[in-house]
T-cell receptor
Framework: GIQVEQSPPDLILQEGANSTLRCNFSDSVNNLQWFHQNPWGQLINLFYIPSGTKQNGRLSATTVATERYSLLYISSSQTTDSGVYFCAVNYGGSQGNLIFGKGTKLSVKP | KAGVTQTPRYLIKTRGQQVTLSCSPISGHRSVSWYQQTPGQGLQFLFEYFSETQRNKGNFPGRFSGRQFSNSRSEMNVSTLELGDSALYLC????????????FGNGTRLTVT
C-alpha cells in the first residue's frame, strides 16, 4: 500500500520562529489533507490540498502532486501551535479512507 | 454550524464486555468514518458509511462493527473487548467522502481493563 512519511518527527521552536513540515507519499493520490491535533486530542482540519498552494493566516501549504510531496509552513509560531501535525492522503478508489503519516510533534516554547 | 459530536468522551470497560460509541456528523454531511488512534499504530481507518451503507472497511476484526442511521448519525460497536482495544476512537464527517475535507469530533477515549 501507499507509504506516507512525515519529517521531522519532532520539532522544538521558540515563539516567533518559522518552520516547514514535510510530507512525502509513495504513490499518486486523489487528495491530501493536513491536520493539527492539539494536546487534548482534537484533530482540526487545516488544509484540503490535493495540489497547489493555499494560505490561512500564518499557515500555508503547498502540494506538488507530480513529485509526491506536500509542505506545511508555519510562520511566527505561537505556543498554541504546539501539538502534532498529521498529513493524510486518499488514493485509488478508497472512499473516505485516509492514510495518515506518523505526524510531526511540534513544541513551541515561550 | 455545530461540529462533529461524539459521545461519550471517556469510557472504562472490562475485558470481554462490549461497547457502543455514538457520532453525530455536521449537519448536511452524509459520509461518516471512524478511526482508531493508538500510540503504537497511529491513526488507522476502521470503516466509512455513506447514506446508511458501509462503503469501505479497514483491516480490523469482525468484533468492530458500525452502522449509520437515516439522519446520518453513526454508531460503532466493539464486542468482546480486549486490552488492545484501548484507544482514542475518532469519528469524522464530510460532505461526500474522499472528495471533500474531513472534520473530526473530539473522540471517545476507551480504556479496557
Amino acid at each position: 500500500g501507499i507509504q506516507v512519511e512525515q519529517s521531522p518527527p519532532d520539532l522544538i521552536l521558540q515563539e516567533g520562529a518559522n518552520s516547514t513540515l514535510r510530507c512525502n507519499f509513495s504513490d499518486s493520490v486523489n487528495n491530501l489533507q493536513w491536520f493539527h491535533q492539539n494536546p487534548w486530542g482534537q484533530l482540526i482540519n487545516l488544509f484540503y490540498i490535493p495540489s497547489g498552494t493555499k494560505q490561512n493566516g500564518r499557515l500555508s501549504a503547498t502540494t506538488v502532486a507530480t513529485e509526491r510531496y506536500s509542505l506545511l509552513y508555519i510562520s511566527s509560531s505561537q505556543t498554541t501551535d504546539s501539538g502534532v501535525y498529521f498529513c493524510a492522503v486518499n488514493y485509488g478508489g478508497s472512499q473516505g479512507n485516509l492514510i495518515f503519516g506518523k505526524g510531526t510533534k511540534l513544541s513551541v516554547k515561550p | 454550524k455545530a461540529g462533529v459530536t461524539q459521545t461519550p468522551r471517556y469510557l472504562i470497560k472490562t475485558r470481554g464486555q462490549q461497547v457502543t460509541l455514538s457520532c453525530s456528523p455536521i449537519s448536511g454531511h452524509r459520509s461518516v468514518s471512524w478511526y482508531q488512534q493508538t500510540p503504537g499504530q497511529g491513526l488507522q481507518f476502521l470503516f466509512e458509511y455513506f447514506s446508511e451503507t458501509q462503503r469501505n472497511k479497514g483491516n480490523f476484526p469482525g468484533r468492530f462493527s458500525g452502522r449509520q442511521f437515516s439522519n446520518s448519525r453513526s454508531e460503532m460497536n466493539v464486542s468482546t473487548l480486549e486490552l488492545g482495544d484501548s484507544a482514542l476512537y475518532l469519528c469524522a464527517s464530510s460532505l461526500t467522502g474522499s472528495g471533500s475535507p474531513l472534520h473530526f469530533g473530539n473522540g471517545t477515549r476507551l480504556t479496557v481493563t
